[in-house]
């Protein structure tokens, strides 16, 4: 397995970075660290990469900002439970 990175929103926060592990069989699992200012997943990713996972490092805004824009192929948001209480109260929807 082969991992790479990209910072997710270089001209908005550097918050943000989208792992890429490359795996052997030629897939590749894409987790979102997460989802600040400027975060564009639709112009990260590639026509044949797939969001696996969302992660949340904690609960300021300028970590989620995007968060309801980038949520996509029923991918899971993993975080602590008290920033998932922060985020719930936040973005409701």
Known sequence: MDVSYQNANV???NESTLLRFHTNDGTTACILIDAGDGVDLDALLADDEY???ILLTHGH???YRTLGDNVRHNAPIYTAPATATIVERALPE
């Open 51 to 53: 969001l696996n996972a």
């Open 61 to 63: 805004i300028d970590h």
């Open 11 to 13: 001209y908005a926060g």
